[in-house]
Every structure is written in C-alpha cells, then in structure tokens.
C-alpha cells in the first residue's frame, strides 16, 4: 500500500498551479503565485486543524554536484537568518514513497537569479536546492507546532543564471502571465535563450516529481 504523501489534515504548500496539478486527488494545497507574503496570509487563513505542511515543486540547484531532475527530501532548511529542522518520521516515509535523495535544502524569500548568489548561499547553508515557499511553510508550521517536511526537484543548475523575466512570469494564483514575459523579452530580448532553458529544465523538474509521486 503507498504511503500518504502528507497526513491527514495536512496541506501541500507550493509555487505553480503545474505543481499542483502533480499531487494526488484530494490533496489539500496553497499555492504562492511566487509571492512569500502571499503565501503566508493564506496560511493564516486556512481553517483550523492544520495537522502538517509540506513544501513541494521544483527549485534551484545550488551544490556543485546537483543537476536537472535530481529529488531530494530536506534533512533541514536553512536560510541566511534561519534553520528549521523538518519531521525525522515523515521525512523517512517521503524517501520510502519517492526514492529521493536527502540532503539539506535551503529557503529564500527572492528569487536567487545569479550563479554567485546561488554560490553564496550554497557556501554559507550547505544546502543543495533552493526554493521561495519552503521558509514561509516552516515558519507557519513551526509557530504551530506541526510537522513540516520538503520534497523538491531540481530545475536550473547552479551554474545556470535566471533570465529577468523568468521574475515576471506568474499570476498570483500561480498560472503563467505569458504577456508580461513577452513584454520583459521586448525589453530584453538577448533573454530569449536562458528563458527557453529554463522552460525544458522545469519540465524535466516538473516529470521527475511526477515519477517520483507514481
């Protein structure tokens, strides 16, 4: 029998509207839309008996070794300000699911767009993987006292940097804005190429979490 990707009552924190469409029928889930603030005022308005959060979807490589496609499951987030640990018990249920690898993953409320950053914040966390809903479900779940867990995939490699308007391209219900991308191209079209890239690596970021929940 698989084993429940969250418990019941608990709820699937994640940035895209095509990251939720991976997870199970049923499965209560917040989407960002890219926006932490965001993010934590539904939180806060969530009914109460909340039992879990578990932060899912694609992220950002940041150790050297990390590549497109690569699953981990978090020992721990870290951030530059912050360290959360995440549920031992349901961290080992995520690995038996999906097979993923564990490592450390590290959170941020901006989008890390240049390979120094990624660098930088991989040098001071040792985190492998990055993403901009994990801190905030942390912090939600922490203040609660509710287990917390984060099953990411990795998109862009860390010596990959994000085109600009790569920052521009969700609503907030977390669906693509395709006009406001193509008006950011128009102003910086030299874009186009690194924009594309990023397009194939999320959609093999986005199947390896599909393998992974299968």
């Not at 965001?38 to 050297?64: D, M, Q, T, W």
């Not at 490592?103 to 390979?115: F, H, Q």
């Not at 991989?122 to 985190?127: F, G, I």
């Amino acid at each position: 029998m698989t084993e429940p990707l969250v418990p019941d009552r608990g709820v699937v924190v994640v940035g895209l509207r095509s990251e939720a469409a991976l997870l199970p029928a049923g499965t209560t889930v917040v989407v960002s839309g890219g926006d932490p603030g965001r993010l934590a005022a539904l939180l806060e308005a969530l009914p109460p008996g909340v039992s879990a959060v578990l932060s899912f979807g694609i992220g950002g490589g940041l150790g050297p070794s990390v590549a497109t496609g690569d699953v981990f499951v978090a020992t721990a987030l870290r951030s530059l300000s912050e360290s959360f640990p995440v549920d031992a018990e349901w961290r080992a249920a995520l690995i038996r699911r999906t097979s993923a690898a564990s490592a450390i993953l590290a959170a941020s409320d901006t989008l890390l767009g240049s390979v120094e950053a990624k660098r930088a914040l991989h040098l001071a966390t040792r985190a492998v993987a990055v993403d901009m809903e994990s801190g905030v479900a942390a912090r939600f779940a922490h203040a609660r006292g509710i287990p917390f867990a984060v099953l990411r995939a990795v998109a862009d490699g860390p010596g990959e940097a994000l085109p600009q308007a790569a920052g521009v391209g969700l609503k907030p219900d977390g669906s693509p804005a395709p006009l406001r991308v193509l008006a950011a191209l128009a102003r910086r079209p030299w874009e186009l190429p690194a924009l594309l890239r990023l397009a194939r690596t999320s959609a093999a970021a986005h199947a390896a979490l599909r393998r992974a929940l299968n």
